[in-house]
């Protein structure tokens, strides 16, 4: 019984490791039309800390910001 009890709780615990404290922001830049723009400058700022990434848009309009640390921030974006 206690091995029964023992793997119970090990098995819902395992769900726990995948889990993160960073954020992700990703997007699409796209104009009035829907056409995607490419190589837009995309500029994220932490309001708190006033850290910046920088990232351009890709060949799809596409853009992504991977590892933020949750807070509020500033975005601008710039084509």
């Keep these: 019984m206690?091995?029964?009890?023992a793997f119970l709780l090990l098995s819902?615990?395992?769900p726990a490791f995948g889990q993160s404290n960073y954020a992700e922001l990703s997007g699409t830049i796209v104009d009035p039309e829907r056409a995607a723009i490419v190589g837009a400058e995309?500029?994220?700022?932490?309001?708190?800390?006033l850290a910046e990434?920088?990232?351009?848009s890709n060949e799809h309009g596409i853009f992504h910001i991977p590892g933020l640390l949750p807070g509020d921030y500033k975005l601008i974006v710039k084509a």
């Design 2 to 5: 206690k091995t029964a009890v």
């Design 12 to 14: 819902l615990s395992l």
């Design 42 to 49: 995309i500029r994220l700022t932490s309001v708190s800390t």
């Design 53 to 56: 990434r920088t990232v351009t």
